[in-house]
């Protein structure tokens, strides 16, 4: 049924461009979609075909506003006649709406939905276009590129989730003394490593104690880490 009203619509689509009828009545609106929704099936398709060349103006208006965007008017009011269809097939009356508010709604949608169905695939064939070659001479795809960058964000979550393994490691694993040397040492704050590096003869001098000794803590502590990395497969 929808095809068929689309067809009919379609082949005669450049008059409609020039001469749209004039929208119903609330009153003969309601007439025609009581007659569409009858037991009678002639009159049925008979009144659906009515509020659909009726409200043909309102397709026109909706695409109106897509225009500049690349696409030839009779193919906006086209796409946007497959949307008044699915609104007079699937409209309810006892919601209270007129049929042209859901209607508009309905066109927009399907218009809406053109243009990311072709933005979607104009993607897609960009992502395999030469966009220049590498050292060897090689053709290089915009596609290379993303593969290449997916796997370098996949290196860094590792990098995330190992980092963060360790940070644990270090609170559960070492005692106090051994968590300070540690951080100090290596410049760990919090999660990353941006704090400062300290020379094992300066910790000595901050914690009062000997170079050789904080340089025994320091080994015995990363024994630890190394033992509970390699328990969770992260070595």
Do not use: W
């Amino acid at each position: 049924m929808v095809r068929e009203s689309y067809n009919k619509i379609n082949e005669s689509r450049g008059h409609f461009l020039k001469t749209f009828e004039q929208p119903l009545s609330a009153k003969e609106e309601t007439e025609y979609l009581e007659e569409m929704n009858g037991e009678d099936l002639e009159a049925a398709h008979r009144a659906r075909q009515i509020l659909i060349e009726r409200n043909l103006r309102l397709v026109a208006h909706v695409s109106k506003k897509y225009m500049g965007c690349g696409e030839d008017m009779e193919d906006l009011i086209s796409i946007g006649t497959i949307g008044l269809i699915k609104a007079v097939n699937t409209f309810k009356p006892e919601k209270g709406s007129r049929l042209a508010t859901y209607a508009a709604k309905c066109i927009d949608n399907e218009l809406l939905m053109m243009f990311r169905a072709r933005k979607k695939v104009t993607r897609e064939v960009s992502l395999y276009e030469p966009i220049g070659t590498d050292k060897e001479g090689n053709e290089i795809n915009l596609i290379d590129v993303c593969e290449q960058e997916q796997r370098d964000i996949v290196d860094d979550m590792d990098i995330v989730a190992k980092l963060r393994c360790l940070h644990r490691l270090i609170e559960e694993k070492l005692d106090d003394r051994e968590r300070d040397i540690i951080r100090l040492r290596y410049g760990i704050l919090g999660e990353s490593f941006t704090g400062e590096e300290m020379t094992q003869r300066d910790i000595g001098k901050l914690l009062g104690i000997s170079r050789s000794y904080v340089s025994r803590i320091e080994k015995k502590a990363l024994g630890k880490l190394k033992a509970g990395l390699e328990a969770e497969n992260l070595c």
